[in-house]
């Protein structure tokens, strides 16, 4: 699986977009990325995946740049509770693949009054 | 309802007993995970289970047996507990090996 970069720590006012980045320039035409995010003393929470196209979900939208090799994961209105480590994931889409996660260190978010 | 559920939360036990942690989920999922979260909060897998069937073993000493009775059940029993084993504990499941995965709570472990 590639590998992924990201930046160690961030912070955003509450109420205003997260945009979090995320390098993953081997990345190949199998792979999806994939964003979860751990809130303090809690287990990982899927957030969303994409293979090529932007996708958005309830939590939030994942914007895929067209060469594959970076994504932004995009909070639209930040809260409070929303302050957590955020693992971006490159995740091998074939059915052998064993399902199997590979964490980095993530990005740190602090949600700031 | 917990969709993936852990018990114990806490385990605190002396080096050398044996323990296990229980997992269950009620998503119908067919895989089920184990991994460890140490210290340096570096999540890393364990175990994997396809049906029952063990998929992934990742280099784990065999002190560590995952046992699983039925595709909703995943346990782990650990042998001969050392210091070095005191981590948090995750279970997660997932529909298909490459859907995505549910997280329960985590089981914290000190081994004293």
């Known amino acids: 699986d590639a590998k992924t970069t990201q930046p160690t720590s961030m912070d955003c006012a509450e109420g205003r977009a997260a945009n979090l980045p995320c390098n993953h320039s081997?990345?190949?035409?199998?792979?999806?990325v994939y964003w979860y995010r751990q809130i303090h003393s809690q287990g990982p929470q899927y957030i969303i995946h994409?293979?090529?196209n932007n996708e958005t979900n309830e939590m939030a939208s994942l914007i895929i740049t067209e060469d594959r090799k970076s994504s932004t994961l995009i909070l639209p209105h930040a809260t409070l509770r929303d302050t957590a480590v955020y693992y971006c994931i490159v995740r091998d889409r074939r059915s052998s693949n064993t399902g199997k996660l590979i964490f980095g260190q993530g990005t740190t978010l602090q949600v700031k009054p | 309802d917990t969709a993936v559920s852990q018990t114990p939360k806490y385990l605190v036990t002396q080096m050398g007993n044996d323990k296990s942690i229980k997992c269950e989920q009620n998503?119908?999922?067919?895989?089920m995970y184990w991994y460890k979260q140490d210290s340096k909060k570096f999540l890393k897998i364990m175990f994997s289970y396809n049906n029952k069937e063990l998929i992934i073993n990742e280099t784990v000493p065999n002190r560590f047996s995952p046992k699983s009775p039925d595709k909703a059940h995943l346990n782990l029993h650990i042998n001969s507990l050392e210091l070095g084993d005191s981590a948090v504990y995750f279970c997660?499941?997932?529909?298909?090996?490459?859907?995505?995965?549910?997280f329960g709570s985590g089981t914290q472990l000190s081994v004293l």
């Open positions: 998503l119908g999922h067919d895989t």
């Open positions: 994409g293979l090529k």
């Open positions: 081997t990345i190949s035409g199998n792979e999806y």
């Open positions: 997660a499941s997932s529909h298909l090996v490459e859907s995505p995965l549910f």
